[in-house]
């Protein structure tokens, strides 16, 4: 059974930083791309980053474009996001999921496997 627990999500102010980590269990993660998304209060859950298998290729939003970094490490079978100068807008919880194959994919209906999400709150 693939388990994604999410970690790194709190309460910041505008400007500052996070780091949100994905733990991966139960398969090899290796090989495998992996992807961030979010979801605000109220609206529908949106592609933030994602990262091919090898870790070549990364995409981001357009709203999180140079703010944030994916990155991932398969000996710890995980993956992480670097936020930084973080906005109100930032503001959801943040979701790792893990698709079935090594391409990087924006879809999220294309990603099998999900973690139950963390908190970020970004005051202004």
């Known amino acids: 059974q693939v388990q994604l627990v999410e970690s790194g999500g709190g309460l910041v102010q505008a400007g500052d930083s996070l780091r949100l980590s994905c733990a991966a269990s139960?398969?090899?993660?290796?090989?495998?791309?992996m992807g961030w998304f979010r979801q605000a209060s109220g609206k529908e859950r949106e592609f933030v980053a994602g990262?091919?298998?090898?870790?070549?290729?990364?995409k981001y939003a357009d709203s999180v474009k140079g703010r944030f970094t994916i990155s991932r490490d398969d000996a710890k079978n995980s993956m992480y996001l670097q936020m930084n100068s973080l906005k109100p807008d930032d503001t959801g919880v943040y979701f790792c999921?893990?698709?079935?194959?090594?391409?990087?994919?924006?879809?999220?209906?294309?990603?099998?496997?999900w973690g139950q999400g963390t908190q970020v709150t970004v005051s202004s």
């Open positions: 139960g398969r090899d993660f290796s090989g495998y791309g």
């Open positions: 999921a893990i698709a079935p194959h090594s391409i990087l994919i924006y879809i999220e209906s294309l990603y099998d496997f």
């Open positions: 990262i091919s298998g090898d870790g070549r290729d990364t």
